[in-house]
C-alpha cells in the first residue's frame, strides 16, 4: 500500500497530533519514530526528557523501555532454538534445577506465549519490589503457590516466565542475558544506546522516570536494581536504536524468517482457540491493518509502545517519560495520518478510472 510521506504541511499535522496528545495526557517528554519498510521517515522529541532540569527530548533520548525487552528476550532464546541449544518445545526444567514440582510440565513455548500458568512475581505480596533480589529468590517466592491454570490452558500475562528466560539464557551460554543480547544483538546492528538498564552507570541523553497523581507531576518510584533490569523488561534504548531493531526484522540478519513468523504467530491453547500473543509480541489490528506491537510501562516513570503494521511496513515508535500515557493510543493516531490519506488516494484513483 503507498503510505502518504511527504504531503505539504503533513509533517506538522504530526507534530501537532502528537503535542496535543501530550498536553491531555500530562506527558512531560516523548520522542518517537516512524519507519516504513526498514527506512527512517520521521522521528522527533516533544517536551522535556528531564523536568527539573529542563532537558529536551530528542531522538536521541534513552527511555527505559520496559516490556518491549521481552520481544528482545524472545529473539535471544530464537537464537538459541535456531541453534538447537533450546528447543521450544522442551520442559523448562531441562534447563533450570530446583524448579516446584508443578512447573515441571512447563515448556519454553509455554513461557514465551504466556500460558504457563505460572503468578507473576511483580504481583505478589511477599515481593518488596525496592529490595534488590535474585533470581532464584523470585522462584521461591513462587514455590509454594499454585499455578493459576494448567500450562497451556489459558492466556495470562506474565513477567515470571521472561525473568526465567535470563536465566536460561545465562545457563545455555554462560552468559548473562544482557551480554548475550549485546554481542548477538545490539552490537551487530549498531544499536549502540541499547543496553541494560543500569542505575549507576553515567548515560548521556537519559531521561527522567515520571508520573502524573492526583493531578499533578511527581517522580517515578525506585525500583531495586537487580529487579529492573530483569530480562523481562530490563532494557533502554532510544528510538533511533528501535528504528535499526524494526529495519533488521525485514531481514535474515538475526533471525530466519521462518523464526519470525513463528514469532508473530498467534499461540494456540489446549482447546485449539487462539491467543492475542506470539512468542514476545503481541497481535492485533486497527480498521483492518495487522500489526505486531509490545507495550512496556513501570512504576519508576515511563511507558513505552513499538508498533509495526505488517502489510504496510509501517512501524510507529513512541516512548514517554510518564507512566500513566497511552502511548498505544498515541502510535495508533499517528498510523492514521500515514494510513488513511492513503487509503483515501487509493479510493479515490480507482474511482477515477
Not at 48 to 75: D, G, H, R, W
Not at 126 to 134: M, S
Not at 170 to 176: E, I, N, P, R, S
Amino acid at each position: 500500500m503507498l503510505l502518504v510521506l511527504a504531503a505539504p504541511g503533513f509533517a506538522d499535522q504530526v507534530d501537532d497530533y502528537i503535542r496535543e496528545e501530550m498536553k491531555k495526557q500530562h506527558i512531560p517528554g516523548l520522542s518517537f519514530a516512524v519507519v516504513n519498510d526498514g527506512k527512517l521517515v520521521k522521528s522527533g522529541g516533544y517536551g522535556v526528557a528531564n523536568v527539573e532540569l529542563n532537558a529536551p527530548a530528542k531522538p536521541e533520548t534513552v527511555y527505559q523501555l520496559q516490556s518491549i525487552t521481552k520481544s528482545f528476550t524472545a529473539t535471544g532464546i530464537m537464537l538459541l532454538v535456531e541453534e538447537d541449544k533450546v528447543g521450544v518445545d522442551d520442559k523448562i526444567c531441562k534447563y533450570l534445577d530446583a524448579l516446584p514440582d508443578i512447573w515441571k510440565e512447563i515448556t519454553v513455548r509455554h513461557l514465551l506465549t504466556h500460558t504457563s500458568g505460572i503468578k507473576d512475581f511483580i504481583n505478589e505480596p511477599t515481593v518488596d519490589l525496592r529490595k534488590d533480589i535474585t533470581p532464584q529468590d523470585v522462584i521461591k517466592s513462587l514455590a509454594d503457590k499454585p499455578l493459576n491454570f494448567q500450562p497451556g490452558e489459558k492466556y495470562t500475562y506474565s513477567n515470571t516466565g521472561y525473568h526465567l528466560f535470563g536465566m536460561i539464557i545465562h545457563q545455555v551460554t554462560g552468559k548473562l542475558w544482557g551480554d548475550f543480547l549485546r554481542e548477538r544483538i545490539f552490537e551487530p546492528l549498531g544499536m549502540t544506546d541499547t543496553r541494560v538498564i543500569s542505575l549507576s552507570e553515567i548515560i548521556t541523553n537519559r531521561a527522567a522516570g515520571y508520573g502524573w497523581v492526583n493531578d499533578k507531576l511527581e517522580n517515578g518510584r525506585f525500583i531495586a536494581p537487580t529487579i529492573l533490569a530483569y530480562a523481562g523488561g530490563g532494557l533502554r534504548s532510544t528510538v533511533l536504536d528501535l528504528a535499526k531493531w524494526d529495519a533488521a526484522l525485514y531481514t535474515e540478519k538475526l533471525l530466519k524468517r521462518s523464526s519470525l513468523e513463528q514469532m508473530w504467530t498467534a499461540a494456540t491453547l489446549n482447546d485449539g482457540s487462539k491467543t492475542a500473543y506470539g512468542f514476545g509480541w503481541g497481535l492485533g489490528s486497527f480498521q483492518g491493518h495487522k500489526y505486531v506491537e509490545h507495550s512496556g510501562a513501570n512504576i519508576t516513570g515511563f511507558k513505552t509502545t513499538f508498533m509495526r503494521f505488517v502489510d504496510e511496513k509501517l512501524t510507529i515508535i513512541v516512548l514517554t517519560n510518564q507512566r500513566t500515557a497511552n502511548p498505544g493510543n498515541i502510535a495508533v493516531g499517528v498510523a492514521k495520518l500515514y494510513l488513511l490519506p492513503a487509503v483515501e488516494k487509493t479510493s479515490n484513483s480507482a474511482k477515477s478510472h
